[in-house]
Every structure is written in structure tokens, then in C-alpha cells.
């Protein structure tokens, strides 16, 4: 079991361009999420899965987009991206109302 | 609406003593409540939670919380402290229901000083 696995680690992208984070799950999981950690915010929740081909909004919504095409994988994407975005992303998932298991994180840096 | 405070966001003791990071919560709903290590670089590991049942509960690497309903307290404790418990704590609350979303607290960095 590999658990919750993240693409990239690491990115550095200049103001306007776009990616996606993949995220994937062997677990056989319902529920994922994906959260931005900043440095004295905890982590926030940026969108979130209960299921294959469903998706909604977290806290912080604004400026990304996500799809769950297939139940093991959960992709976040940055269509323009800002300064703002700098962060520390981490992916999650859950079996149901229990506990999440987190992803290693991908360290984006926006210039 | 739910919500979490952690009181002190640096902590730091001394090898062998006793450790003890605060949160306070906020719920409309009975809560679930957890408590998450990460470790520089890495990701959220699960330290313990507290979903329904006895109220002291006991965690990975000797560490234990008390969920005080009375209190809004679920703070977590360590008798002795040991250098490799450095790392940041974060205590998350969940309504449950449909979702399962979590709510944060902002964390605490825990030091260890020989």
C-alpha cells in the first residue's frame, strides 16, 4: 500500500501559468481533499471529493480547480497563477467520517 | 460553526518533561476531534482522535488527550518528552455528517532541548 501519493514534490512557476497537482489513493477511498498550509494559518481547505465525479468548494476556493474523474485520483489545478499561491499544498483522503490520511505535499513556489 | 484555537504556537520543554500543547474547540455538533504530527518536510501522521466513547484517549509515541465536553478542551499530553517528539502539532475538529471536512487549528511547534 502505497497510501496517498502527490505529483509533483516540488514546482516553481512563473505568474500566469498554469498545472495540475495529481494526487492518488490506494485505500479504496470516498472522501479526498485537497489543503494549503501557510505558515501560521494551519491548513485550509481548498476543494473537496465525496466520490467519483463529484466536487466542491472548501474555504479557500478562489483561483483553482479540481476534477474526480476516477475514485483514486483527485487533481487540483491552477488555471493563472499568483504570488498568492506560494504554498505548501497536501492531499488527503478518508474511508468516510473517520480519519483523513495525508499525502507527503507538494511545495509550489509562484515567482 | 466549527472551529479550533491552540494556544501557543511555540512550545518548548526540556527532555524528560512533561509536554502539554492546548486546544480549545468550537462545535454546533457533538465533535470529532484529532490530533495530527507532521514532522519538517513531511506529511500529516494521525497521533490520535476522539469520536464517541471514553474520554481519555491514548495515541501513538506515549501520547494521550482528554476531551472535556465541559471545557471545550481536548488539550494532549506527553509525561516525558523525547527529542525526536519535535515537530509541529495540529489539533483538527470534525462535524462529521456528509462531508468529513476538517477544521485546523493554526498549530504549535513543539522544541525539545536536551
Known amino acids: 500500500n502505497a497510501g496517498v501519493t502527490q505529483t509533483p514534490k516540488f514546482r516553481v512557476l512563473k505568474t500566469g501559468q498554469s498545472m495540475t497537482l495529481l494526487c492518488a489513493q490506494d485505500?479504496?477511498?470516498?472522501?479526498m481533499y485537497w489543503y494549503r498550509q501557510d505558515p501560521g494559518m494551519g491548513l485550509r481547505l481548498i476543494h473537496y471529493?465525496?466520490?467519483?465525479?463529484?466536487?466542491a468548494k472548501g474555504e479557500v476556493p478562489d483561483g483553482y480547480n479540481v476534477s474526480r474523474l476516477k475514485k483514486q485520483n483527485f487533481l487540483l489545478g491552477l488555471e493563472s497563477a499568483a504570488p498568492s499561491q506560494t504554498s505548501v499544498y497536501f492531499c488527503?483522503?478518508?474511508?468516510?467520517?473517520?480519519?483523513?490520511?495525508f499525502g507527503p505535499g507538494t511545495r509550489l513556489t509562484v515567482l | 460553526a466549527q472551529s479550533v484555537t491552540q494556544l501557543g504556537s511555540h512550545v518548548s520543554v526540556s527532555e524528560g518533561a512533561l509536554v502539554l500543547l492546548r486546544c480549545n474547540y468550537s462545535?454546533?455538533?457533538?465533535?470529532?476531534l484529532f490530533w495530527y504530527v507532521q514532522y519538517p518536510n513531511q506529511g500529516l501522521q494521525l497521533l490520535l482522535k476522539?469520536?464517541?466513547?471514553?474520554?481519555l484517549v491514548k495515541g501513538i509515541n506515549g501520547f494521550e488527550a482528554e476531551f472535556k465536553k465541559s471545557e471545550t478542551s481536548f488539550h494532549l499530553t506527553k509525561p516525558s518528552a523525547h527529542m525526536s517528539d519535535a515537530a509541529e502539532y495540529f489539533c483538527?475538529?470534525?462535524?462529521?455528517?456528509?462531508?468529513?471536512?476538517?477544521?485546523f487549528g493554526t498549530g504549535t511547534l513543539l522544541a525539545v532541548q536536551p
Open positions: 483538527a475538529v470534525s462535524a462529521g455528517g456528509a462531508t468529513n471536512k476538517l477544521i
Open positions: 488527503a483522503s478518508s474511508y468516510s467520517v473517520d480519519t483523513q490520511y
Open positions: 462545535s454546533s455538533v457533538p465533535p470529532y
Open positions: 471529493s465525496v466520490g467519483e465525479g463529484t466536487t
Open positions: 485505500m479504496n477511498h470516498e472522501y
Open positions: 476522539y469520536t464517541t466513547g471514553a474520554t
